[in-house]
């Protein structure tokens, strides 16, 4: 009977380890260049355009320590000419992000709109951390020890 209280307490000891173990998770976004590719101007066709996995994209070398955490879009128009780039973005601003755009207007006819937003192709979605699969398993040994 002590073998199986102490199985049990490692069991749950797992459990517990796994509930509160962060997991990784990545940022999917669009990709692309309105002044290469026209799709990716607005209006935007999302079902036409490829998504990229920001996490296997090649680190920066201004931000080598940072990964990728939101998508951006920015819209450029420089000299009456649009040009629209959805990314990844690395640097996060928490009291703007998913909330609203920010405008910034230069000299000389030079507007910016920047947008970013967090979440898989700027739509959050569930996402199943590794985590969530050791709790799973942590679950399955402590149910199975009580047979």
Not at 7 to 21: D, G, I, Q, R, T
Not at 117 to 135: F, R, V, Y
Request: aromatic share 10%; glycine share 6%; with cysteine.
């Amino acid at each position: 009977m002590r073998y199986c209280s102490a199985w049990s307490l490692s069991c749950a000891s797992l459990l517990l380890l796994c509930w509160f173990y962060p997991g990784a998770e990545s940022i999917v976004c669009y990709h692309c260049n309105s002044a290469y590719d026209p799709r990716c101007g607005d209006p935007f066709d999302p079902y036409s355009l490829g998504k990229i996995n920001c996490s296997m994209q090649a680190q920066l070398e201004h931000l080598p320590f940072m990964e990728p955490t939101v998508c951006r879009k920015n819209v450029q128009r420089v000299y009456g000419k649009t040009r629209v780039v959805r990314s990844c973005g690395y640097i996060e601003d928490p009291d703007r992000d998913g909330k609203d755009c920010i405008q910034r207007s230069g000299t000389h006819d030079v507007h910016m709109l920047y947008c970013a937003c967090k979440g898989d192709i700027c739509n959050p979605a569930a996402l199943t951390s590794p985590s969530t699969a050791l709790a799973v398993f942590a679950l399955t040994l402590v149910y199975a020890t009580m047979l």
